[in-house]
């Protein structure tokens, strides 16, 4: 079992920054995977970013391209989203989650085994 908690939402104004974190516990050792995703109210859970948890390749979708940054820090068992520029269409529910094998793709969320619970992010006009 891996047990995900995501923190560092909230309400912030548009080109703002805020960093979330995702900390990680159990099966770590073994992730293959670990992403973000979100999803708006009324919309289905989409990719944000994900990336290795070994080698540290990365992925993102193209509407964060250039604006966001995710990290891990092995040590920790702790995942990041670096989020600047922030856009009021960024406002969403933030879940990481963690793809235990390396099957589907990364930007699919069928793929991932464990998710968190989520965080708020709102970007205000």
């Known amino acids: 079992q891996v047990q995900l908690v995501e923190s560092g939402g909230g309400l912030v104004q548009a080109g703002d920054s805020l960093r979330l974190a995702c900390a990680a516990s159990?099966?770590?050792?073994?992730?293959?995977?670990m992403g973000w995703f979100r999803q708006a109210p009324g919309k289905e859970r989409q990719f944000v970013a994900a990336?290795?948890?070994?080698?540290?390749?990365?992925g993102y979708a193209d509407s964060v391209k250039g604006r966001f940054t995710i990290s891990r820090d092995n040590a920790k068992n702790t995942m990041y989203l670096q989020m600047n520029s922030l856009k009021p269409e960024d406002t969403a529910v933030y879940y990481c989650?963690?793809?235990?094998?390396?099957?589907?793709?990364?930007?699919?969320?069928?793929?991932?085994?464990?998710w968190g619970q989520g965080t708020q992010v709102t970007v205000s006009s």
């Open positions: 159990g099966r770590t050792f073994t992730a293959y995977t």
């Open positions: 990336i290795r948890w070994s080698g540290g390749n990365t």
């Open positions: 989650g963690v793809r235990m094998r390396p099957i589907g793709t990364m930007t699919s969320r069928n793929a991932y085994d464990y």
